[in-house]
């Protein structure tokens, strides 16, 4: 996500995703309208399959057009109590960690390597794709497993 009034910022602030999305607002947090452009991203990927969309109680997903929306596509939006995320959200339970320890490695190895480059977001955004794509079906996997054992 990328803070700006126009969709300049994400080539100046993200650069090239991809394959991944990537949006903008003013703030740089998720809105109604970046969360509905999620959904149908989210829905044009998945093809006809059931989607059963894990969240947070953030405004933007409980914004009666995104509701509306998710029922148009099909998708089912289930929501995490208030301070619950951290217990109740599969990958806050191992996916994210790990995620996160991926690409820290990544920073420390290239600081490493150039100890006097100063990184940008851009670096870090592509840090974070090279750890998502590094990820194991198996770690995505075990935090389902780890949520039905727990539950």
């Known amino acids: ?6 969709s300049r910022v994400e080539d ?15 703030s740089g947090w998720m809105n109604k309208e970046t969360f509905e452009y999620y959904l149908m991203q989210l829905r ?17 997903h ?7 929306l998710a029922s148009t596509l099909n998708i089912q939006l289930i929501y995490i ?3 619950f995320t951290d217990a109740l959200q599969p990958c806050d339970l191992r996916v994210f ?3 996160k320890a991926t ?6 190895r290239e600081q490493r390597w150039d100890p006097d480059r100063r990184r940008t977001k851009i670096d870090a955004v592509h840090d974070m794709i090279a750890a998502w794509n590094s990820l194991s079906e198996e770690t995505i996997e075990d935090a389902w497993e780890i949520y039905t054992e727990d539950t």
């Open 1 to 6: 996500m990328a803070k700006g009034k126009t």
């Open 12 to 26: 100046s602030q993200l650069g090239n995703v991809g394959p991944h999305w990537r949006a903008h607002t003013e």
């Open 44 to 60: 044009q990927l998945c093809g006809d399959h059931e989607i059963y969309l894990l969240l947070d109680v953030h405004a933007s």
């Open 62 to 68: 409980r914004a009666d057009e995104c509701k509306e």
């Open 81 to 83: 109590p208030p301070g």
């Open 97 to 99: 960690g790990a995620l």
């Open 103 to 108: 690409a820290r490695s990544i920073w420390c």
